[in-house]
């Protein structure tokens, strides 16, 4: 029987960065590191950084008795076609985090989450599945996150915030606190443009930039 096989799906700038998080990850439960490749569809070298780098198909041909798959692509509407996939296929999802990741009390993080260097989770918060926090992001109390939700570098979520499904948010953003029972909410798909102050709900769907985060109309 063939050992488990580990992928960081996306060769790319996210995966680049999530690739040394998975490898640190696997060798503290002893698994040598030629188990761990990068998935990627396009064309591209055939390794990266030192890891093989094979598409999708060729992944799944691979023998392993199972296989797992961290969505290392910034694109949530991508991360969940690609979730979907790989569900189907059997491939279970991985959350990969940094060591050095503050969890604090009663959090939940969905599967198959992306945790970067210096990300702090408070307590009492609730995140759905395939959440990326980027570099130095942090999520405060009583946040409820969503699902294929995606926080670039440097992202302050203070208390008492609701982020709904497929939300960006920009790197620097800061996201004012909500209120016990009346949170400030980030609406499903919205996108927060980076270094905006959002002080209000932002209604799903809408693209908000600036001090004070204001919708940016399309043209
Ligand atoms: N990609 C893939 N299969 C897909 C969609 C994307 O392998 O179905 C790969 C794509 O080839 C690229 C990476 O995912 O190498 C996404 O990289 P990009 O620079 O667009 O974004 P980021 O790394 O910032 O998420």
């Known amino acids: 029987m063939s050992g488990s096989l ?6 790319s700038g996210c995966g680049r960065g999530i690739m040394p998080l998975a490898r640190n990850q696997l060798r503290k439960i002893g698994v040598e590191a030629d188990r761990l490749v990068f998935i990627d569809d396009g064309a591209g070298p055939d390794r990266v ?3 093989r780098v094979v598409t ?6 691979l023998p392993a008795c199972e296989r797992h798959v961290v969505l290392a692509i910034a694109d949530g509407a991508v991360r969940e076609r690609l979730a979907a996939r790989c569900t189907a296929d ?3 999802p991985w959350t990969v985090a940094a060591e050095n990741v503050v969890v604090m009390d009663d959090v939940h993080v969905g599967e198959g989450a992306a945790l970067s260097p210096f990300v702090t989770l408070t307590s009492n918060i609730r995140i759905g599945r395939y959440f990326h926090a980027n570099l130095y992001s942090y999520v405060e109390h009583d946040c409820v996150i969503g699902e294929f939700v995606t926080f670039a570098p440097g992202v ?7 982020i709904e499904d497929h939300a960006y948010i ?3 953003a800061v996201i004012k606190q909500g209120r016990p029972g009346q949170p400030l909410v980030i609406g499903r798909g919205a996108v927060v443009g ?7 709900n932002v209604p799903a769907g809408a693209t908000v930039v600036g001090n004070p985060a204001r919708v940016r109309e399309k043209i």
């Open 6 to 11: 580990y992928a960081v799906y996306g060769a």
């Open 49 to 51: 950084n030192g890891h």
């Open 56 to 61: 999708y198909a060729d992944f799944f041909a």
């Open 90 to 92: 059997g491939i279970r």
């Open 156 to 162: 302050k979520c203070n208390g008492n915030i609701v």
């Open 170 to 172: 920009g790197a620097g």
């Open 194 to 200: 980076m270094g905006a102050v959002v002080t209000r």
